[in-house]
């Protein structure tokens, strides 16, 4: 079941369409996390890399993500890119908390660096990611010039943001960074058209919630965001015997300019359905065409 790759932006990276978001392997202790096991982790983690998934995001705010990396996966650097972000504030395994404040200072992003690099025992990270920052948070701390440094020592090889409306648009116009990571799904498209202009601009897509955390009830996605699958009549779009959250993925994957979206799972058999969807990939240009346009006219509209 081979996956398609997407060129990452100006990185050169050949990427995965579909990659894997490791917050799913945080643990119970933040952000409402399920519980996870040492056994679980190893599985999951693994079986990314076994159906080809060559990109995995990460945090160092994400509970055990990043250690579980190193413990699983590092004998296996060489065969995935690995994404994190820094900008966070230290998050124990012992600890229980739905907050994690952010600091944007030089001193704390290379604590985030260098305990990153040990957690996940690696010498480099390819994509080191400031994680969800304002544009006056990024003037205040010169923080472009903190992620230059860190690509200079050689332990990041390209710098990227985490980001959002309003902020990306005046990054964009900036051009330092090489990658953005960026919230979009059919239910959520406020981000349609800043992803083609950051694309535009050179740099590389990553997705965030592209399956809007999966159908109520199956996976754990909101009822009102939800809602508006239904409004907007896509059930009559799904091929026969395919998911919603199936048709949205494919939906994702159709939009020209994302080049890999992370989806995170625990679940094995959610990851072998995921490769499936992907396998079959992006929607015919009649039915995407035809599903934006019943968007739009459910009040789902790119800004």
Known sequence: MALTTKTLGRTGLEVTQLGYGAMEVRGSRIWGGRPVTENQANTILNAV?????NFVDTANDYGRSEEFIGKFLSHRRSEFYLATKCGCTVVHKDEHTDE???VWTRENLFRGLHESLE???????DIMQLHNPSVEQVEQGDLVAVLQEM???????WIGCSSTL???????????FDTYQIP???????HENVISAAAKAGAGIIDRGGVARGEPGVGLGNQDRWAKFEAGKLDELREEGESRSGFLLRFLLSHPDIHTTI????IPEHLTENMAVAARGPLSAEVYAEAKQRLDA???TPA
């Open 166 to 176: 309003p902020h990306i648009t005046t990054y964009i116009g900036w051009g330092v």
């Open 298 to 300: 459910a009040g789902e």
């Open 100 to 102: 994690t404040p952010h």
């Open 263 to 266: 989806v995170g799972t625990l």
């Open 119 to 125: 957690r996940m025992k690696t010498d480099y990270v």
């Open 184 to 190: 979009y799904s059919g239910l959520e498209r406020q």
């Open 49 to 53: 890399l076994d159906a080809g998934i």
């Open 151 to 157: 690509k200079a020592q050689g332990k990041v090889r």
